[in-house]
C-alpha cells in the first residue's frame, strides 16, 4: 500500500511540474538581451514598474539609489534646521523620494511622474531581432522599436534608455543637497547666536 502510494505522489508531482512548465514557458536566460527585454515586457505588461529596475545598466540602478539618499539626507537636514514655512515647500518637494524603501521604489515614483511606464507600455512588441556590438545590444522589436542594452558585471543585459535622464536626476539631487546643507548650516549658526547666553 505504501508503495502504491508513493508511486502515485510521484506521478501527481511530475505530473504538476509539466503542467507548471507548459503553462509558464521559459524566458531566455537574462544574460541575452532578448531574456532581459522580454522580463521587461512581463513587467510592463504586469503593471510592476519596479520589477523593470533589474534590467537597467548599473549607473542607471545606483542613480535611483543616489536620489533616494541624498534627498533624504537633504530633508532631514531641512527638518533639523529650517523654518516651519521653508520646510513646507521641501516636504512636497523631496519627501516621496526621500521616504521611498528603496531604489526600485525611486525608479517607479519617477517613472510614473515622466510617464516611462505608458510609453514602454505603447512601444512593447514581440522581440524581432538583435544587434550586437561587444558590451552593448540592441533589441528591435516587431513593431520596429530599438531599446538599448549593455551588459553589466554580473552578465545581466540592462537598459540604457533612462540611464541619462536618471544620472541627471541624481547630479541635482547631490547639488541641491550641497545647498541644502549650507543653508542649514546658516540657520543653525542664526539660532545660535540668537539664544540668549547663560
Known amino acids: 500500500m505504501g508503495k502504491r502510494l508513493l508511486v502515485f505522489a510521484s506521478v501527481v508531482a511530475l505530473g504538476a511540474?509539466?503542467?507548471f512548465r507548459v503553462l509558464t514557458p521559459a524566458f531566455p536566460s537574462d544574460h541575452t538581451p532578448q531574456g532581459a527585454y522580454m522580463r521587461i515586457a512581463k513587467a510592463v505588461a504586469d503593471g510592476d514598474p519596479k520589477a523593470i529596475f533589474a534590467y537597467f545598466e548599473?549607473?542607471?540602478q545606483w542613480a535611483c539609489f543616489t536620489i533616494r539618499d541624498a534627498r533624504k539626507k537633504a530633508l532631514d537636514r531641512v527638518r533639523a534646521s529650517y523654518p516651519?514655512?521653508?520646510?513646507?515647500a521641501y516636504e512636497q518637494a523631496y519627501a516621496a523620494e526621500?521616504?521611498?524603501?528603496?531604489g526600485p521604489d525611486v525608479f517607479a515614483l519617477i517613472a510614473a511622474q515622466r510617464g516611462w511606464v505608458a510609453r514602454l507600455r505603447k512601444d512593447l512588441?514581440?522581440?524581432a531581432a538583435v544587434e550586437m556590438v561587444g558590451p552593448r545590444a540592441t533589441v528591435i522589436t516587431a513593431r520596429g522599436t530599438r531599446y538599448p542594452f549593455r551588459v553589466r558585471e554580473n552578465g545581466i543585459y540592462g537598459l540604457t534608455i533612462f540611464t541619462a535622464d536618471l544620472v541627471a536626476e541624481s547630479e541635482r539631487a547631490s547639488r541641491?543637497?550641497?545647498i541644502v546643507a549650507a543653508a542649514a548650516d546658516d540657520y543653525a549658526r542664526?539660532?545660535?547666536?540668537a539664544a540668549p547666553s547663560p
Open 58 to 60: 548599473t549607473d542607471a
Open 190 to 193: 542664526v539660532m545660535r547666536d
Open 176 to 178: 541641491d543637497l550641497t
Open 98 to 102: 526621500a521616504d521611498a524603501p528603496d
Open 17 to 19: 511540474f509539466v503542467l
Open 84 to 88: 516651519p514655512d521653508e520646510r513646507r
Open 125 to 127: 512588441s514581440g522581440f
